[in-house]
């Protein structure tokens, strides 16, 4: 498991500039797939051990955006901001809910730099010992955005008396479905282009019953595989998370820089995109 971090205070900035014109994706037009590939970098302020967005968010949009450009193949580049708005903690916190939010001002300060690079950016949460819808709605201000999209990671969703970090969190497809629902309401009451939902899964036990996962109007979900670890290990749980994805649900990838290369060499972009099926959103942590 990758170690969980604290949210660092970030100074408030000005309010983000506006969205993408006529309420479309920030590099045109209203649907997702199968135009654009998504790739993406994940962070947390302060934390580097939790991925690439962690700080200098100029230079690192401007590192994703030629990284991005080595997945373009036949289709267009999409880069993802993908920010841990909620972490998972190994301590109670006040409320006993094992997790940190971040603040608006945080928020503001990632999609100022999403909106001046044309990226999307997704609010990340691990939610610790509280339920995740909850935590969803309380974002809605931002989900409102047609250029925000959501990422769950059910690894740190854990129940009463456990602790994230010494247990694998767990969710079910029809909690997913849920989400899912939510987010479909969202973009037909605000006239929304498609938005990104994704569910991250290390492995089977993470997720019972996907099958509830049914596909709502106006949702592109994605299952990211984060199998850690050597290559030829990340393709066996890639294989074993794959083979019977939900109609609903496209495929992506993630890759690690420091956990997966203390296996070997780092996945190279025409390895993951020769996978099968082809991930249609890739990260990197």
Do not use: C
């Amino acid at each position: 498991m990758p170690t969980t971090g604290s949210p660092s205070p970030v100074r408030s900035t000005p309010t983000p500039p506006p969205p993408p014109a006529d309420g479309e994706l920030p590099r045109g037009g209203r649907v997702i797939f199968p135009k654009y590939q998504l790739v993406g970098y994940v962070g947390l302020p302060g934390s580097p051990a939790l991925g690439p967005l962690d700080k200098d968010l100029d230079a690192k949009a401007a590192k994703l955006e030629k990284l991005a450009a080595t997945y373009a193949g036949g289709w267009t580049p999409q880069p993802v901001m993908e920010l841990i708005a909620v972490v998972a903690r190994g301590s109670r916190g006040k409320d006993g809910l094992y997790r940190g939010r971040l603040d608006d001002s945080a928020i503001e300060q990632y999609l100022t730099v999403a909106r001046k690079h044309k990226m999307l950016l997704l609010l990340d949460i691990q939610p610790g010992r509280a339920k995740i819808l909850p935590e969803v709605k309380r974002l809605e201000r931002w989900l409102k955005e047609p250029d925000v999209g959501l990422a769950f990671d059910p690894e740190w969703a854990v129940g009463p008396g456990q602790v994230p970090g010494r247990v694998f969190g767990h969710t079910t497809g029809a909690e997913l479905d849920s989400i899912a629902a939510y987010l479909s309401g969202l973009v037909t009451a605000n006239d929304l282009p498609e938005k990104v939902f994704v569910f991250h899964q290390l492995s089977a036990r993470i997720v019972s019953n996907e099958k509830a996962l049914k596909p709502h109007p106006g949702v592109v979900t994605i299952k990211s595989v984060d199998g850690i670890g050597a290559r030829e290990d990340k393709l066996k749980t890639w294989a074993k998370l794959t083979t019977s994805l939900p109609p609903a649900v496209h495929a992506g990838f993630k890759l690690f820089y420091t956990e997966d290369t203390r296996h070997g060499p780092l996945m190279t972009p025409p390895q993951v995109l020769a996978l099968k099926p082809r991930p249609e959103l890739v990260i990197y942590e």
